[in-house]
């Protein structure tokens, strides 16, 4: 296929637009009616209603054009992989294809104007269970390779639109994905209003925890699949995944990692990880707050293999790092290449490493984060750095019925609110939104048109398949 030629507006920021970063307007900080008013006026700027567009792409964009301008840089042997698990369904392609939707929101003519820290990608799948540094179970969201500062409701736009798509993935219809979006935003909406009456200390110190998901569940069948969820939450860390990655030396007593092409394979001479791996760890330590520099100084590491995650990630370089302290407990770290977001060019936000971006936007969002989250450099490659699994705990569509897709649904509005009021303002956007019956048609409205371009999308993606423009190689995920 051609290169694309992919045009972005000259800038997103206007006369009308407002940096909610730093809580100030014109030179003051904002009080909460200061908040509240502030949002309500930038209601009569930008209308709710014109959030409900959905752009038009400029002349010669596609699908399969803005696919090939989405691998450029990925390693060519896992192109295949991340073609053939973004097949499997309307949704993995809409997962894998985060510029697709992005690009979409960048050409609108029309965003809110009310600018903060966004999670980028906020599809339903990237919400999840995840541990705090107290080992207690959160919700939230879990993943954040596109977070940048952009307009707030491109989360929310994201969000209902995986709803709609879900909705068909689990054999329900549009009308199921509407009322998933009406309680979604019916739960962000009402936690922003909470958010309102906390003070900035009481706001950060806040969680959603598995218990509170619990309490707030009253569908028995659906609360007895949350309580296994978290009962299994625990068991999976790096202990858990030793039989299955790796293997134990008879004479050293040493492990490392079993090779397992094309998913799994140790780095070869030229490739990253392949030396320099004291340097690389140096540098992750540094990135690390104190307390757990002393912390990781326990263990050494001891072998290093590339592993191939998740879908959009596919053909990034991704690896697994085994560490294990004098007594041979283990600790798995993953290394996950850190791109510029997408939409960085338009934004030119000064980001000194691609993995620290991603940091910031994790600790900046997230209720607690990995307590080895951090980041470092191979090469020219920026790198974040996490613990793999570590209690991480993802909703299987699979299975899914009605009643616990709408107590996800509103469980997602829960800890967006949040995430949102962690990073931004909750008075501004609590003013901005109103009580809710106005955003919530807009962009019921708005998820409807952007599913059904995802699934003409996706078709076009399927027939290049089928045409052999595409290759496939392993099974989808």
Not at 125 to 145: T, Y
Not at 266 to 287: I, T, V
Not at 290 to 301: G, N, T
Request: hydrophobic share 40%.
């Amino acid at each position: 296929m051609s290169e694309p030629c992919i045009v972005l507006p000259e800038r997103l920021w206007t006369e009308q637009s407002i940096d909610l970063t730093r809580h100030r307007y014109q030179g003051r900080l904002l009080t909460r009616s200061d908040g509240l008013a502030l949002g309500k006026a930038q209601r009569k700027k930008v209308p709710r209603e014109q959030l409900e567009q959905l752009s038009r792409r400029p002349k010669g964009i596609t699908a399969l054009n803005l696919y090939d301008w989405s691998n450029q840089g990925r390693l060519e042997k896992l192109k295949p992989i991340r073609a053939s698990r973004m097949s499997s369904s309307a949704l993995a392609f809409y997962r894998g294809m985060p510029a697709l939707m992005l690009f979409d929101q960048v050409w609108e003519t029309t965003n809110s104007g009310l600018f903060q820290q966004i999670c980028g990608d906020c599809h339903l799948s990237n919400f999840g269970g995840f541990a705090s540094p107290e080992r207690n179970l959160l919700f939230g969201i879990n993943d954040f390779d596109e977070t940048l500062v952009a307009p707030f409701e491109w989360d929310l736009k994201r969000l209902v639109t995986s709803l709609v798509i879900a909705a068909h993935e689990i054999g329900l219809d549009d009308n199921a994905g509407l009322k998933a979006i009406r309680m979604m935003l019916t739960a962000y909406i009402s936690h922003l209003d909470q958010q309102v009456s906390l003070s900035p200390l009481q706001v950060w110190y806040e969680k959603i925890d598995a218990t509170t998901l619990l309490a707030k569940t009253e569908n028995q069948k659906v609360r007895k699949k949350i309580e296994k969820k978290v009962s299994r939450a625990p068991l999976r860390d790096s202990s858990s995944v030793l039989p299955k990655l790796t293997r134990q030396e008879d004479e050293s007593g040493f492990r490392h990692f079993i090779d397992d092409e094309p998913l799994l394979w140790h780095p070869k001479p030229g490739e990253p990880f392949s030396q320099h791996l004291d340097a690389f760890f140096q540098l992750y330590r540094e990135s690390l707050k104190y307390d757990r520099q002393v912390l990781f100084d326990r263990y050494q590491c001891t072998d290093v293999a590339f592993k191939v995650v998740g879908v959009g990630s596919v053909g990034t370089r991704a690896a697994v790092a085994l560490f294990e302290d004098a007594d041979r407990d283990p600790l798995i770290l993953q290394m996950k290449e850190a791109t510029p977001s997408i939409l960085d060019p338009l934004f030119m936000q000064t980001v000194p490493h691609e993995g620290e971006r991603v940091v910031r936007g994790q600790q900046l969002m997230q209720a607690a984060s990995d307590i080895f989250l951090g980041f470092s450099s191979e090469g020219q490659q920026h790198y974040l750095v996490r613990q793999l699994r570590d209690m991480k705990v993802s909703i299987d569509l699979t299975g899914m019925d009605e009643a616990f897709f709408y107590e996800y649904a509103d469980s997602c509005g829960l800890a967006l609110a949040h995430a949102h009021a962690k990073a931004g303002n909750a008075d501004v956007l609590k003013g901005y939104l109103g009580e809710g019956n106005t955003i919530i048609s807009t962009l019921q409205s708005y998820a409807l048109q952007a599913a059904a371009r995802n699934l003409t999308d996706y078709q076009q993606f399927m027939n290049a398949i089928a045409d052999a423009r595409i290759e496939l190689a392993g099974a989808p995920e």
